[in-house]
T-cell receptor
């Protein structure tokens, strides 16, 4: 069982829809992450939050909008996505120091019609 | 040159055999190293951190060679359940605890 919980597990949406992905952890981690993973590729970092503040945005298109309401929650708001955005979206968390491993949620599999 | 490189495999391993594979990294300032395993259509799961002195966890042994800039993973007495993609992950120490992933090494353990 993963200690990072993501909802929903699967999401199908049209290109004009607005939806949100949610991530929650209760391990006391102060760093949280969003990754995108395409089939047969490693995860690609999208955003990093450290102490609830956005610290890294890997030049992600503005149709993806992250939000960190508190130290346990991380959201990813989606709007006007493209078919190429279909992927597995993974949330991770870690202690905020630089030498700590990240723990991943089981992901949201997103399909854009 | 990629920052973190792995042989994609697949490594076809008879059950009970030993398999080992490496991962090279380009940034000599890299500070921490990890092996994750990922099963098909699942999330990456931390297998082990890799320490300078080398470390072992059951059938798994990880080594770090800073001089040659590579880490290795050795699996002894392979089980069918060890079939997975093994991701080499490096933290170069940049602000924000950013991890860089290798492309993964696929291991198939066969009876």
């Amino acid at each position: 069982d993963t200690e990072v919980t993501q909802t929903p597990k699967h999401l199908v949406m049209g290109m004009t829809n607005k939806k949100s992905l949610k991530c929650e952890q209760h391990m006391g981690h102060r760093a949280m992450y969003w990754y995108k993973q395409k089939a047969k590729k490693p995860p690609e970092l999208m955003f990093v939050y450290s102490y609830e503040k956005l610290s890294i945005n890997e030049s992600v298109p503005s149709r993806f909008s992250p939000e960190c309401p508190n130290s346990s929650l991380l959201n990813l708001h989606l709007h006007a996505l493209q078919p190429e955005d279909s992927a597995l979206y993974l949330c991770a968390s870690s202690h905020a120091t630089g030498d700590q491993p990240q723990h991943f949620g089981d992901g949201t599999r997103l399909s854009i019609l | 040159r990629k920052e973190v490189e792995q042989d994609p495999g697949p490594f076809n391993v008879p059950e009970g055999a030993t398999v080992a594979f490496n991962c090279t990294y380009s940034n000599s300032a890299s500070q921490s190293f990890f092996w994750y395993r990922q099963d098909c259509r699942k999330e990456p799961k931390l297998l082990m951190s890799v320490y300078s002195s080398g470390n072992e966890d059951g059938r798994f042994t990880a080594q770090l060679n800073r001089a040659s800039q590579y880490i290795s993973l050795l699996i002894r007495d392979s089980k069918l359940s060890d079939s997975a993609t093994y991701l080499c992950v490096v933290n170069i120490g940049a602000a924000g605890n950013k991890l860089t992933f290798g492309g993964g090494t696929r291991v198939l353990v066969k009876p």
